[in-house]
C-alpha cells in the first residue's frame, strides 16, 4: 500500500543522501546508520526511531545509544537504527509505517524529539524545526497534541501488529499519560531522564555506590553540537536497566 509519501512497504530514502550530515557516515542505500533492508529469518527485529541523537550524529558507530542497547541479547534480537537527522515526530511515524512489511518488527523503541517539530509534505518531505518561519503560528498546546497524535498512531500500529512498543525521549520529557502497559500507567515509557540530561551523573543518595563526582567539563560529540558518548553510553544503560528483561 502506497499512498503519497507514506507506504506500508518501503522506508522513507534520506533527503540529501549526497551531503551533509548523512554523506559523513557509513549508511545503508536509503540513508540509515545500519544495514541494507534485507532481513534474514532467525531472530526479532527490533526497530529503534529518532532524531539525530538516535542516528549518532558527530559520533562513532561505536559510540550512539543506539549501537550500546544493540549489544542486548543479540542471539535473539536483529537491530535496526532507523533514526534520521532532524526528524520530527510526524516523520518518525512515517518511517515506523513504512518498515511494517520490510523488517516486519516484533519491537519499536521510539526516542521522541522536540515537540515542536514538524514535517511538511510537498515537493519533498520537509523537516521543520521550531524556528522555522512555516511554524509561527505553533505554541505548546499545538505541539502537546501534535506529539499526542503521534503517539497515538504509534501506539495502534504496535497493537495491530502485535509488538511491544517502548517510548523514551532525546532532550526533554513530555508526559504520555494515556498509555497503560502490563496493567500500569506508563510502563513502557522511560522518563527518568533524557540523552540530553542523563550525563554527568550526580546522585542523591548518599549510599555505597553513589556517583558525586563533580564535572565540569561539557560532553560533546565531534560536530560541537550533539551530546558526547558519556550521554549515550548513560542513557543506553538506564534504558536497558529499566527495560532490558523486556528485550527478548
Known amino acids: 500500500m502506497k499512498f503519497g509519501y507514506y507506504s506500508d512497504k ?6 540529501a543522501l549526497d551531503r551533509k550530515p548523512i554523506v559523513d557516515y557509513k549508511t545503508n542505500s536509503h540513508g540509515y546508520r545500519c544495514p541494507e533492508f534485507n532481513v534474514p529469518d532467525g531472530k526479532k527485529n527490533i526497530v529503534v526511531l529518532g532524531c539525530s541523537h ?3 550524529e558527530g559520533l562513532e558507530d561505536n559510540e550512539h545509544w543506539v549501537h ?3 549489544q542486548h541479547n543479540t542471539k535473539r534480537l536483529r537491530w535496526w537504527n532507523l533514526g534520521q537527522p532532524g526528524a520530527s515526530a510526524d516523520k518518525v511515524v512515517r518511517i515506523l509505517y513504512g518498515c511494517e512489511n520490510v523488517l516486519f518488527p516484533k519491537i519499536i523503541i521510539v526516542c521522541w524529539p522536540y515537540w515542536s517539530r514538524r514535517e511538511r509534505l510537498h515537493a519533498y518531505p520537509q523537516s521543520l524545526i521550531s524556528t522555522d518561519p512555516l511554524l509561527k503560528n505553533e505554541n505548546n498546546e499545538t505541539d502537546k497534541h501534535n506529539f499526542l497524535k503521534n503517539v497515538f498512531f504509534v501506539e495502534k500500529f504496535a497493537e495491530k501488529i502485535q509488538a511491544k512498543i517502548f ?7 513530555y508526559n504520555i499519560p494515556e ?5 500500569n500507567w506508563g510502563n513502557n515509557v522511560f522518563s ?3 540523552i540530553k540530561h542523563c550525563w554527568p551523573v550526580w546522585d542523591k543518595h548518599l549510599g555505597e555506590g553513589a556517583q558525586r563526582e563533580r564535572i565540569t567539563r561539557i560532553s560533546l560529540a ?10 549515550h553510553k548513560r542513557f543506553a544503560e538506564l534504558f536497558l536497566g529499566k527495560f532490558g528483561g523486556k528485550l527478548r
Open 10 to 15: 518501503e522506508l522513507p530514502k534520506s533527503v
Open 68 to 70: 550500546f542497547i544493540s
Open 167 to 173: 517510548h523514551c525521549f532525546s532532550q526533554e520529557v
Open 222 to 231: 565531534k560536530d560541537s553540537m550533539h551530546y558526547g558518548v558519556e550521554h
Open 192 to 194: 527518568d531522564t533524557t
Open 179 to 183: 498509555i497503560v502497559a502490563d496493567g
Open 54 to 56: 538516535t542516528f549518532g
